[in-house]
């Protein structure tokens, strides 16, 4: 890339720096590009000819994790090297075990380009979404390496497609083929000279469909909703969504709660216990025996909010009050309505759920309040906006075997 583009990475980690006084994902990003190449170089041999695959978070981990899968399904002797850029994602997934390396991926600056791909070797390289690196892309296109980006999806406001975009346009130009989740983008692509462009889906639907096969059982939550006429589940909240839910909670006895907060520690859990004017105990400390003496339960455990839906008849998924709504297809998938706050723009899923009626987006309480006044008085409108949000899914499967074939065609 340009060097207009090389000051811009540089300023972004000089940034990282300044942000490491306040903010400790800052300090693990920073920390754990400290001797990465070390630590890398340690797990990996000198023959290459791994498959990089690269996520910047956790989101995108869980839209790789079902093309993982299916590669080592297909060839358990595939050498993978799976690398994050956000501390969300790496620190949760270091220890995945379908891949021969997990990392950080170095500032995309050209020196630490040139040892990360020398070190690993890549066969080919598999983006996934919105990750954009120049000088890793360049880089492989000039190595002759198969580069592919998959899950992805361009709006027009992106800088792809203003009038100053052309060295932003040239990283497209990289990848051997891009696979859109719509046509909407393809045509978008189109418009701009990109043609390199399949329409291959959203992996996550298969991911989600998948924990739902393999959704684990939960005993005390079991005896929980027993005797619960609607249960919420409220996933991945924030404190905006909170402030909106829990009054109404407090205000109907036929309602049963769960929530499982998207980050906590114990002032928060307090916190939002007191605030809580009915029986809530925290799900670590709930024993089977009084769980149905329960009205609300809050999940103080990390890994589990997946399999959590299906014990409800709602959800409502958080972030929609912050920079962005959670995974609403986890609980779309066990066919309940989804409710979730305004910032949903970005996600397509959100926008075809609302449109179809298996979804609900709301701005204040007022808003909240009505529509889950519909949902607990019409058993009807419930159940036809859960069979909507369910069948939304089943239609949107294959993603992941379609990108495969694509990807690997002699391998079917």
């Known amino acids: 890339m340009d060097p207009f583009y090389n000051f811009g990475i540089h300023a972004y980690r000089f940034g990282v720096s300044l942000a490491t006084i306040r903010n400790r994902k800052a300090r693990m990003l920073l920390k754990g590009q400290a001797g990465l190449f070390k630590r890398l170089r340690s797990k990996l041999d000198d023959k290459g000819g791994y498959i990089w695959i690269h996520a910047s978070s956790l989101g995108e981990f869980e839209q790789a994790r079902p093309l993982i899968e299916l590669i080592k399904e297909r060839d358990p002797q595939a050498r993978i090297v799976l690398s994050f850029f956000s501390p969300s994602g790496y620190e949760v997934r270091k220890n995945y075990d379908m891949v021969d390396a997990v990392c950080y991926l170095p500032f995309d600056l050209p020196r630490n380009v040139k ?72 045509q978008l692509l189109a418009s701009v000279g990109v043609t390199n462009v399949e329409v291959g889906g959203d992996t996550r639907f298969d991911r989600v469909a998948h924990v739902r096969e393999m959704a684990k059982d939960f005993p005390v939550i079991e005896r929980f909703v027993s005797n619960s006429k609607l249960t919420l589940v409220m996933g991945s909240s924030w404190e905006p969504d909170e402030e909106i839910v829990v009054p109404y909670f407090n205000e109907h006895p036929d309602l049963k709660l769960i929530i499982a907060p998207h980050e906590f520690d114990r002032k928060r859990l307090l916190d ?22 329960l009205d609300c339960l809050i999940i103080d455990s990390f890994g589990i909010l997946s ?11 958080g972030g929609g009050f912050g920079t962005g709504i959670h995974n609403i297809n986890e609980a779309a998938v066990y066919g309940m309505p989804v409710i979730f706050g305004p910032n949903y723009n970005k996600f397509r899923e959100a926008h075809d759920l609302i449109a179809a009626g298996g979804a609900f987006t709301i701005s204040n309480a007022e808003e909240f309040n009505a529509t889950m006044d519909r949902l607990l008085s019409d058993a009807d409108h419930l159940r036809q906006s859960g069979e909507i949000a369910g069948t939304y899914i089943q239609q949107h499967l294959g993603a992941t075997q379609f990108i495969y074939d694509r990807i690997f065609p002699t391998q079917k």
């Open 115 to 186: 040892r990360f791909l020398d070190l690993v070797k890549p066969s080919m390289a598999i983006f996934v979404k919105y990750e954009f690196w120049g000088n890793y892309l360049h880089a492989l296109k000039r190595r002759g390496i198969p580069t592919y980006i998959i899950s992805s999806i361009f709006r027009e406001g992106q800088i792809f497609f203003r009038p100053w975009g052309g060295r932003f346009r040239k990283m497209l130009d990289c990848f051997t083929t891009i696979f859109v989740q719509n046509e909407e983008s393809r």
């Open 272 to 293: 939002m216990m007191a605030r809580i004017n009915r029986p809530t105990e925290l799900y670590s400390h709930a024993r089977i025996g009084k769980a149905a003496s």
């Open 307 to 317: 399999s959590l839906y299906r014990y409800g008849n709602v959800a409502y998924v």
